[in-house]
């Protein structure tokens, strides 16, 4: 039982009442009794119009349904007209731009990968920050970027022949990136700085230098003997590290042992989708990591190889300008902080009427209020030199929910002391109804908005729920060459141009999934920046380092520049619904889609459950390791959801698919000493259970969401297994 005190008209799980009042207000220049005042009002104010968005919500969902049965062969237009009667499809709003100030340069200026991590887990948080910089030679050696074709496989030892592969291709980013006068990186035998540029000593004895001077941005060491030359090229940086005695420097003509790449220019530290948080005890551990790495003291003790280990936030980066003044660069990513979205609640506080508050409301109060100590510099570490605070918002249905959140931090900066906009926000493209009315959400943030990016896992639950009485959907790979996601995809980047996001702002892309597959993202990802986006999701640090090589290749800048004044409404493609023409599908092609989307909901729902674990490597059922968070859940339980409301599958059909992949993932999870199998006893299992009532409850769940359903059962696995 949860010990609650009561301040105001709240009452607060003592967890969280001690942590917010000992560890978070010192030092935040908030009163005690002023923050938990103002938070009751916060609270009274802006719990019934929360409750009245997730009504309308409910209430177009039902209005859809009804027509779709009442419709079953419809027209296009009539579907629109429809849409647009009941408030779905708003009005177009009047041509503007945003006016968004005091925004960091790795969203305003710099184009670069993102990386999307679960706040719980400190030592993940770490890495995040951490992998500003990353090892281009590690990268490439330890993934299957570089082949391992002729002798150059990975193993336990050095490789010299894969080193001398990773080595090449380290060569032919430089030849790329920063090209020399007629003449090849590979050639070099020493690099210096004389009179303020780079000399380049090459093996014939000759000299040269860049072809373009001014991509010289510093160095460390001496002019005559550089430890490290700083360079920049799209607004990236990257040095080549100098050290003729390190083991591969002593065996390179010009001393280089590495690579280092500006790698991943912002982190969303999550608080949402890759998180298991139920109660109060899981969200102290979220904001106390949020409030570790804001204030810079943040860290993690692991053993790794036999070894105690601690990890830290790295330092920011000193050099030399090449006419040798000194100044520094950021060691560390950008952080965001993805709160949760407004439908949700939460036991750790409860209002006025002992009903749980809305979760989202608490989010945005206590991670802004933590955010307050690096605008302050209570700590080692600012996170943003502009004096900002960074909100990634998700699950927003169309701009009346955006102009809900706006008004919540409206009040969050009030409560806090802080100037108007001090909040920014990031705008989730990941609902139907927002993405039809992007444009309308972005104006109702038009003076804190920073990001707005698409997701297609979540879009595309979403796309299945809504239509989800229209008749039974595509299989879920189909969906990635539907009309409705090519257009939404596009549309997405074309209305955040159009309201001059190239300025300040940031239009993102979706995650790689497949951490082992580098090779492969590297062919693919690159696709993203030829879209206009200027920042893509990966899953690791490793990744954020190989896919930066991306917008070195690209000038995102430029491709921007191409697309911007275009004027094509993409509306009536966005509102094309994905439905299977005949649905003529054979027996094997129906479990082959059951069989996937089963295992892939049973092996993520195991271990949120029951272990706690939000976000992990889960092998698919070619066991292959795909990360995966809550927004892979959702799409393959309304997937299968539609499928049996629509008679294509059968509930027994189902229950056989689910027991058997059931033993799938039990077999995936064999080595895992705290994993609980599922096949042993079916009932008995909280994991079996959850997994098969999101697919059973599905269609009836609010707006397809494994949220309610999940974090029941959580709390029900957490009560369990305490008291055996």
């Known amino acids: 039982m949860s010990e609650y005190v009561t301040s105001g008209s709240l009452k607060v799980d003592k967890t969280l009442y001690d942590f917010i009042n000992s560890e978070v207000l010192p030092g935040s220049g908030v009163e005690q009794q002023n923050f938990w005042d103002g938070f009751s009002r916060i609270v009274s104010e802006l719990t019934p119009l929360n409750r009245g968005l997730i009504r309308k919500r409910e209430s177009i969902q039902r209005e859809i349904d009804d027509w779709h049965r009442d419709n079953p062969s419809y027209n296009f237009k009539d579907y629109k007209n ?25 969203i305003a ?76 990186h590979q050639d070099v035998a020493a690099y210096k700085i004389a009179g303020g540029q780079l000399l380049v000593l090459l093996a014939d004895g000759s000299e040269t230098g860049l072809e373009n001077p001014r991509k010289l941005r510093g160095y460390r060491g001496t002019p005559e003997a550089p430890t490290a030359i700083l360079l920049q090229n799209n607004g990236l940086h990257f040095e080549i590290l100098i050290d003729r005695l390190h083991s591969i420097g002593r065996t390179d ?32 551990l979220v904001y106390r990591n949020w409030l570790g790495l804001m204030k810079g003291d943040i860290s993690a003790q692991f053993r790794k190889g036999g070894k105690e280990m601690t990890r830290v936030l790295n330092p920011d980066r000193d050099y030399l300008s090449p006419e040798g003044t000194p100044f520094t660069l950021k060691g560390r990513a950008l952080m965001f902080s993805r709160n949760v979205g407004h439908l949700m609640t939460t036991n750790a506080v409860l209002d006025e009427n002992k009903e749980e508050v809305f979760e989202g409301i608490l989010d945005g109060v206590v991670t802004s209020l933590i955010g307050k100590h690096t605008i302050l510099g209570t700590g080692s570490f600012q996170n943003s030199s502009q004096g900002s605070i960074y909100i990634v918002k998700p699950k927003m249905h169309g701009s009346e929910e955006v102009r809900f959140a706006n008004l919540l931090f409206d009040r969050i900066e009030d409560l806090l002391g802080l100037e108007r906009h001090t909040i920014k926000i990031g705008v989730m493209d990941e609902e139907r109804r927002t993405s039809l009315n992007l444009k309308a ?84 990802k690159i696709n993203h920046l030829y879209t206009g986006a200027n920042t893509a999701w990966v899953p690791s640090p490793t990744a954020a380092t190989l896919h930066a090589l991306h917008y070195h290749s690209v000038s995102v800048k430029d491709v921007q520049e191409r697309l911007s004044g275009s004027k094509e409404d993409c509306r009536d493609e966005i509102l094309s619904v994905p439905l299977a023409t005949k649905a003529e599908w054979n027996q094997k092609e129906i479990q082959e889609e059951l069989d996937n989307n089963a295992q892939g909901i049973l092996g993520y729902v195991v271990r949120w459950v029951e272990q706690g674990i939000g976000c992990s490597k889960v092998p698919d059922i070619h066991d292959v390791g795909l990360m995966e968070d809550r927004a892979t859940l959702r799409i393959s339980s309304q997937h299968m959801a539609n499928w049996l409301l629509h008679g294509i599958v059968t509930k027994e059909q189902v229950e056989e698919t689910m027991k058997r992949m059931a033993a799938v993932v039990d077999r995936q999870n064999a080595g895992d000493p705290a994993y609980r199998p599922m096949a ?10 959850a997994a098969c009532e999101l697919v059973f409850e599905g269609a009836r769940q609010p707006n397809g969401y494994t949220e309610p359903i999940l974090h029941r059962r959580r709390l029900e696995a957490k009560k369990k297994f305490a008291l055996q």
């Open 109 to 184: 200026l710099q184009a670069g990968p993102q990386l999307v991590v679960p706040v719980n887990n400190a030592r993940y948080a770490i890495n995040a920050a951490n992998a500003r910089w990353g090892s281009l030679y590690d990268a490439l050696y330890g993934t299957d970027a570089i082949s391992e074709e002729d002798g150059a496989e990975r193993g336990l030892g050095y490789n010299e022949k894969r080193g001398k592969k990773v080595i090449g291709y380290g060569r032919n980013f430089l030849d790329k990136a920063v090209p020399l006068k007629e003449a090849s």
């Open 441 to 524: 959400c972005i104006r109702e943030v038009k003076s804190r908005i920073v990001f707005i990016n698409t997701g297609f896992l979540d879009r595309t639950g979403d796309e299945i729920h809504t239509s989800m009485e229209a008749g039974p959907m595509v299989r879920k790979n189909e969906m990635k060459s539907s009309k409705w996601l090519s257009a939404y995809e596009k549309s997405n980047v074309l209305t955040g141009l159009a309201a001059g996001f190239c300025k300040s702002a940031q239009i993102g892309k979706g995650m790689w999934a497949m951490p082992d597959r580098m090779k492969a993202m590297m062919e693919e």
């Open 680 to 689: 042993k006893d079916f009932d008995a299992s909280i994991a079996f259970q």
């Open 253 to 284: 003509l010009a001393g280089v042992k590495d690579i280092l790449v500006e790698s991943a220019l912002t982190a969303i530290m999550d608080c949402e989708d890759s998180v298991a948080a139920v109660d109060a005890e899981d969200k102290v």
């Open 82 to 106: 429809f849409l647009e009667n009941i408030g779905y499809l708003e009005p177009q709003v009047p041509d503007f731009e945003i006016d968004t100030v005091n925004v960091d340069d790795e």
